[in-house]
Antibody, heavy 120, light 109 residues
């Protein structure tokens, strides 16, 4: 069974940093691109970042470019999101999502999400 | 990048047909995807490549495209279908960035 389990969320002050982790199981992790998608309270889905299966290519939404860094450790079946210079509008539930094996990214498995709250 | 526009809400009675649209000024020649999200839960892929049903999705869910508008149709709506629905596509290059529509709240009356 494919499973994604996020962790690392919590309360952080504006300007602070946080690292999210997504532990994957049940599939050949290195074969699949992965993404982070967030959802602010009461709002819609917003794609944040993506990374290729080998980790050689990374992609970011304009809203986080230069502040967030996505990475993966295929030996540990783990995806990461390093978030720096956090702002109040980064407050959201962050989901990791497994991309299907297609050129156009789309996601067939999602974690349960981890809540990040940026507040003083 | 571009925006995908969905109606904020759609309401139907049980057994009726719900249609949720997703459009852009120039929806790129990329496929569209649909996700269902129930309160407190993660999204679930419902439709991929405009009209293909994802694994485990009931046959009452279908997708179609006409020009720059894609439509999710739920035939014979059931109470359990009440949820938020999001369309998704990608940049005109066909890859990143990923774009989501604003979401549509389906209410089953």
């Amino acid at each position: 069974e494919v499973q994604l389990l996020e962790s690392g969320g919590g309360l952080v002050q504006p300007g602070g940093s946080l690292r999210l982790t997504c532990a994957a199981s049940g599939f050949t992790f290195s074969a699949y691109a992965m993404s982070w998608v967030r959802q602010a309270p009461g709002k819609g889905l917003e794609w944040v970042s993506g990374i290729s299966g080998r980790g050689t290519s990374t992609y970011y939404a304009d809203s986080v470019k230069g502040r967030f860094t996505v990475s993966r450790d295929n030996s540990k079946n783990t995806l990461y999101l390093q978030m720096n210079s956090l702002r109040a509008d980064d407050t959201a539930v962050y989901y990791c999502a497994k991309a299907r094996l297609t050129v156009t990214p789309n996601f067939d498995c999602w974690g349960q999400g981890t809540l990040v709250t940026v507040s003083s | 990048s571009y925006e995908l526009t969905q109606p904020p809400s759609v309401s139907v009675s049980p057994g009726q047909t719900a249609r949720i649209t997703c459009s852009a000024d120039a929806l790129p020649k990329q496929y569209a995807y649909w996700y269902q999200q129930k309160p407190g839960q993660a999204p679930v892929l419902v439709i991929y490549k405009d009209s293909e049903r994802a694994s485990g999705i009931p046959e009452r869910f279908s997708g179609s495209r006409s020009g720059t508008t894609v439509t999710l149709t739920i035939s014979g709506v059931q109470a359990e279908d009440e949820a938020d629905y999001y369309c998704q596509s990608a940049d005109s290059s066909g890859t990143y960035p990923v774009v989501f529509g604003g979401g549509t709240k389906l209410t089953v009356l």
